[in-house]
């Protein structure tokens, strides 16, 4: 299992996703650190003004803006130690069937990619490679756009792209879409998974969003697996990238 794992995760109110992912994560034997903002609301108004532009291209809701922050503190872990790869979860992360042996295979598979890559482990948008792309065997597609940022496996070269960009210019927009504009300008590069390894659980009804309004519940599960089981089985035969 590659290492680390950081999880994207907040200073207080989630103490129920923490407590399933440290067993979720302790059953597939993954080491493990939670990334938060700061306790001290002066630090995190620093990082703030020294990461995010004054004029975002987008309203940022407080949620969003601190998520994206902690993308943000996980790439400067990952740089300060010169980690050659690390998972990045959001702590509504759930792991789909075969999660551990796919992910051998995504690892095998991204030792040949060029530096500069990350690679998008969920099915958060429902998106995926059309029959046509698939190859027996391969796991990696490369993308044009990201399917969110709830679970991802990003590169040293990428993390320091990322943050060579944001020293500069500043993020205007929430870190997905931040993804898609930075891919869009050649700083990184994007791949998806496919099978995906992963669903975010406010997605699937699993457990409430706590930046948008996604509430968990039953019929919220039931009409996820519905959309999942049309657009990765049937709608995906009429696209062609």
């Known amino acids: ?16 996703r923490e407590d399933k992912l440290k067993r979720d994560l302790s059953s597939l034997n993954m080491e493990f650190e939670f990334v938060t903002e700061f306790n001290e609301q002066g630090k995190n108004d620093e990082l703030i003004a020294k990461y ?8 940022l809701t407080k949620g969003k803006l601190y998520c994206t922050l902690v993308h943000i503190l996980a790439y400067e872990k990952i740089v300060a130690r ?14 789909l069937k075969n999660f551990s042996k796919n992910l051998e295979k995504v690892l095998a598979e991204a030792e040949a990619l060029e530096g500069g890559f990350l690679i998008s482990l ?9 029959w046509r792309k698939i190859k027996k065997g391969k796991m990696l597609y490369e993308a044009a756009f990201g399917r969110c940022a709830g679970a991802y496996l ?16 500043g993020f205007s927009k929430v870190i997905d879409w931040w993804h898609n504009e930075l891919a869009e300008a050649g700083v990184i590069k994007l791949y998806w998974a496919h099978p995906p390894l992963t669903e975010q659980g406010s997605f699937n009804g699993q ?14 599960y039931l009409r996820w697996r519905l959309q999942k089981f049309v657009k990765m089985y049937l709608t995906r035969w009429f696209r062609f990238s």
């Open 154 to 169: 990003i590169d040293l070269t990428a993390a320091k792209n990322i943050l060579g960009s944001v020293r500069k210019k």
């Open 52 to 59: 995010f532009r004054e004029d975002p291209l987008e309203p």
């Open 82 to 95: 010169q980690q050659k790869y690390a998972l990045i979860f959001e702590n509504d992360v759930c792991f």
């Open 1 to 16: 299992m590659v290492s680390p794992v950081y999880i994207i995760h907040g200073i207080a109110g989630y103490e129920d």
């Open 207 to 220: 457990l409430s969003s706590s930046i948008a309004v996604r509430n968990k519940g039953n019929l919220r």
């Open 122 to 130: 969920e099915n958060s948008t429902l998106r995926f490679p059309s």
